[in-house]
């Protein structure tokens, strides 16, 4: 079934939205309830997707009809995005990005509209396009009880964090350290580690390399240390998502810090600031409903600024629905 098609079979569940109030702003949830197949299926980010879910409350369409379906990062292995669509949950930007492209390029199969990224394209090509509706950044986070945050070492260049994540600066404050980095597939492990300018394969062997992003509950020594998403972080301890922040806070980078203290905000002159995106198929971007959702500043999606704001992203205005990023992962 196409997305014009769908935009038809969601109706009749848009008619029970509204009886219910759909035009409130109701709390974020997981995946939509079983059986409710939205028009628009998404994967991906664990950054993005309490966010994404949230927009999928309030973006409707003429009829009243939630448009957004978002699937979280993790829960149940497999996910059933709609009848005869069940498929393994993708865990990440990358995992989620992949999917997409593999069902565009299996013509059996229509079961993901769209994938969550905190990342890029990372390969030139036409076959996706990247669609940016929000601005977050990376910082890094560690234990307040531990002396990694004491004074002098709340900020650390980008100097060394790559020599913390190569393993050649092994301490810092007397305490041996222990870096942490997302699963392989995070959008936020990648970002990270090109602004450190490492590889994956340039990871020293002391990192631990599997742990869930935006997790502040993983770090349980003195000496952990991990790149966390910014706004994931002030949604946390908002109490805006489930607050898993544990006992960190975020540090400086090069002397600047990640959120502004006074009003808990991102903080826009961060030097880790990335956008965030919302993956569709290139082939698709004249979809009515594809363009009318994601594409252009006006969109559903950057209309609802405070939706975003309200989980810890910054808006992007007029750079908002671009999309003149394009690739094929």
């Known amino acids: 079934m196409n997305v014009t098609s769908r935009v038809r079979a969601g109706a009749v569940v ?70 005869g669509c069940a498929i393994s949950r993708p865990n990440g930007s990358s995992a989620g990005i992949t999917a997409l492209a593999t069902d565009v390029n299996d013509t059996t199969k229509d079961c993901i509209d769209f994938a969550r990224s905190s990342r890029g394209a990372k390969t030139t090509g036409t076959l ?57 597939g995070s959008g936020t492990r990648s970002f990270f580690l090109e602004k450190l300018g490492l590889t994956d394969a340039q990871v020293g062997s002391c990192v631990s390399q599997s742990v869930q992003e935006n997790n502040g509950l993983a770090l349980d020594t003195a000496g952990d240390i991990a790149p966390y998403s910014v706004a994931q972080y002030i949604a946390q301890v908002s109490g805006t998502v489930t607050d898993i922040h544990g006992a960190t806070d975020l540090i400086k980078v090069n002397g600047t810090a990640p959120y502004n203290a006074s009003t808990f905000t991102l903080n826009t002159a961060f030097s880790f600031n990335r956008d965030v995106y919302n993956v569709v198929p290139t082939a698709k971007l004249t979809d009515a409903t594809i363009s009318s959702t994601f594409v252009g500043s006006t969109s559903k999606v950057c209309a609802a600024t405070s939706t975003i704001t309200a989980y810890g992203f910054g808006t992007l205005g007029s750079n908002c629905g671009t999309t003149t990023q394009q690739g094929l992962n």
């Not at 002396?147 to 650390?156: C, H, I, K, R, T």
């Open 128 to 184: 996706l396009t990247w669609i940016p509706f929000a601005k977050d950044a990376v910082s890094v986070a560690v234990r307040t009880d531990s002396a990694l945050y004491a004074s002098g070492a709340q900020d650390l260049t980008t100097a060394q964090l790559k020599a913390i994540y190569q393993c050649t600066t092994t301490t810092l404050n007397g305490v041996t350290l222990t870096p942490l980095l997302p699963q392989t």
């Open 14 to 83: 848009g008619a029970v939205a509204l009886a219910l109030g759909a035009f409130a702003a109701p709390a974020a949830i997981a995946d939509p309830p079983a059986t409710e197949y939205r028009i628009l299926a998404g994967v991906g980010s664990d950054t993005t997707q309490d966010v994404v879910n949230a927009l999928g409350n309030v973006v409707l369409n003429a009829s009243g009809s939630k448009i957004i379906a978002s699937y979280d990062a993790t829960g149940s292995a497999s996910i059933t995005t709609r009848s």
